[in-house]
């Protein structure tokens, strides 16, 4: 017998003969109305969990992972108010849908149906995923909350008291909200929740504003392995900068007044808490998983005997607001009202085609209000000396520090944030200045943690900012992606574009770094990047492009609401000549704050017909040395700069092509998983031009005389357009 059934029964017979497990007796300002508002709650997710698998065992459902144990966390969101943002542990049906009771208008059980049958009508996900979360009600969808939203949980924390200080058009949380956090015993100990807890102590530590309130539900298990007793106290109890609450989840006004204290102190302190809530997980993890298989009958039955259910219904009998007869009554007629509205849930439509599925990977556009550019007075103010140089070469660093500078004094809701931007201006001084020019607040200095820059990128998009954060280096981006990849770039995804976080993703990366750092400073892999749904990835070779190529990004992150990544050959920061020295040609002036260059087009050098050299970034560089070098060979080049990685401009490379009788990728990236293999699979489709590929090794890096040995070079360049000209005759 299916052990959903095994509880429903228990409760049947249980409630009928008063067979209610001993406890405390209620205590708190639970009143009689809202007790029996979270009893509610309860039943509809414990009939919700039992529907979900019925529909599954029909074909008509696709995915269970129930909340049946979990449902105290209707008292937690008692506690709280609608406008306070809440990230949910995916045991929270009962938190979701006790908040639903406070916003009106709200058709739970039907909205949380339409889920379950992966319906198109679902009004959160659009039939995408069984997923918890609500517009209406300020719950951003989780997928999989293995503590991937804890990060950003902690940025938009932040978020609210940097509104509070300049308040960003889009804002979306009122100045006195809160946010909530909620995820399990077993992944409070994974290293990005850990990350989390940290960066939320570190900044409390420094009486920075943090309001944000982390739930530990602890049901002493993760999937079959058990939480050491007393663990997740002996962590939290006394975590520096954490004020630690704890209270039983399955006393519904002891959880309440807890939660309550818990978030007053939250809201009214601006600190961050963390409330540890006792649960019990019936059923087993998810799906067909059968607890039986690696716990003992005995325990099961044990956790089973201790429903939080049958808890309430003793709680609300002693407070005299709900007899066990009309508390039976209740749950027999939400598990018929479920029932019933399943029938119909399922007959719903769904989800047919790709582009069905993918109709939601793009963010809407979204109206801002127009900036004409920063004013002659803001410029003069914030440039002071630099605006003479303006009109002479620069190299790139300098051009992307003065395109940072203009688009912060046109838009006050870009705030940068990353080890060392701040009072050091970046390791290779790009941002410097910059926080004497706009100040700590816009410029943050984060501790050493890049889950936690991508966090804070992410919560404060969420609240209207245009966040630009930044990578030191393209290696340490691999710490971290699973922010870009699991919460950043699929939260449209899965919100059917009702919630985005854009923001531009600043990434210094790339090889050809003389003598600094080997791999872990020299990284020319950004396969991860490209295999990101939705993803712009840009990469400039000059200063010139850099700049106006950044200002599109802001724009493609504030207007169409997208996740940029802006990568920045570091080799190329300093970069001032290119065929001798002094001769200064890889420097270029400023270009006026209007001019952008738009996503998609590239860059093209010359006009040679004999061969085409297709490439981006420090290929760019080099291929301009070998142009001049072929040329004296007497072979015309002409030298493409894709500048845009993905989506890849497919259509104004073919244009870019045209005419020239053989193409030549160069691609500073590795053979296997590089960029010259989607440009193959282009110009194999799409041309019948001779082409060849020039790619680095399936390498790493080294550091000293053999930094650049396993990626293209200037010689190697014009050896293998030399090659394939000579292949063909």
Known sequence: ?????????????????????????????????????????????????????????????????????????AAVAAALRPTDMAFLHYRDAAFQIARAGQVPGQSIAWDMLLSFAASSEDPISGGRHKVLGSKALNIPPQTSTIASHLPKAVGAAYAIGAARRRAPEHRQLPDDAIVCCSFGDASANHSTAQGAFNTAGWTSYQSIPLPLLFVCEDNGIGISTKTPKGWIAASFRDRPGLNYFACDGLDIYETFRVAGEAA?????????????????????????????????????????????????????????????????????????????????????????????????????????????????????????????????????????????????????????????????????????????????????????????????????????????????????????????????????????GQYTNPMVLR???????????????????????????????????????????????????????????????????????????????????????????PLGEVGIHGDGTDMAIVTFGNGCYLSRQAEARLAATGVKARVIDMRWLSPLPEDALIAAVKGAKRILVVDETRRSGGVAEALMALFTERTRVPHARLTAEDSFIATGPAYAVTMPSADSIVDAALALIGGEA
């Open 1 to 73: 017998m299916d052990r959903a059934d095994i509880v429903h029964e228990n409760f049947l017979r249980r409630v009928a003969a008063r067979d209610l497990p001993a406890g405390a007796p209620p205590a708190g300002p639970l009143s009689a109305v809202e007790a029996v508002a979270v009893y509610r709650a309860g039943c509809l997710s414990r009939a919700l969990d039992r529907q979900s698998r019925a529909m599954q065992k029909a074909g008509q459902g696709f995915y269970t992972i129930g909340s049946s144990g979990h449902e105290g966390m």
């Open 264 to 496: 007053h102190y939250v809201r009214s302190r601006r600190k961050p808490a963390f409330l540890h809530i006792r649960t019990i997980r019936l059923y087993g993890h998810a799906g067909a998983d059968m607890p039986t298989t690696y716990l003992g009958r005995e325990e099961v039955e044990a956790e089973e005997a201790m429903d939080p259910l049958l808890h309430s219904v003793r709680l609300m009998d002693e407070a005299g607001a709900l007899s066990p007869a009309e508390a039976l009554a209740i749950y027999e007629q939400t598990n018929a009202r479920v029932a019933r509205i399943a029938g119909e849930a399922v007959s719903r439509p769904r989800l047919k085609t790709a582009g069905d599925v993918m109709a939601s990977l793009i963010p809407p556009k979204r109206p801002c209000r127009p900036t004409n550019g920063p004013s002659a007075e803001a410029r003069a103010a914030a440039f002071g000396g630099d605006l003479k140089a303006m009109d002479e070469p620069q190299i790139m660093s300098r051009l992307i520090n003065w395109a940072l500078t203009d688009l912060m004094l046109e838009h006050p809701e870009i705030v940068l944030m990353g080890e060392d931007v701040g009072r050091k201006g970046g390791v290779y001084g790009v941002t410097q200045k910059l926080t004497q020019r706009f100040g700590p607040d816009r410029m943050i200095d984060t501790l050493l943690d890049e889950q936690s820059i991508l966090g804070l990128a992410i919560g404060m998009a969420q609240n209207g900012f245009i966040p630009m954060p930044e990578i030191q280096f393209l290696a340490y981006l691999h710490n971290a992606e699973d922010q870009i990849r699991g919460e950043a770039a699929t939260l449209p995804f899965f919100s059917n």
């Open 507 to 597: 990434i210094a990366g790339l090889g050809y770094q003389k003598g600094f750092g080997g791999h872990f400073h020299n990284d020319n892999s950004v396969a991860v990047l490209r295999d990101i749904p939705g993803v712009i990835l840009a990469c400039p070779s000059n200063g010139a492009d850099a700049a106006k190529m950044l200002r599109e990004c802001v724009r493609l992150a504030r207007e169409e609401q997208r996740v940029v990544v802006f990568l920045e050959p570091i080799a190329l920061y300093p970069m001032r000549d290119l065929h001798g020295e002094k001769d200064g040609g890889w420097m270029r002036p400023y270009p006026a704050p209007n001019e952008v260059i």
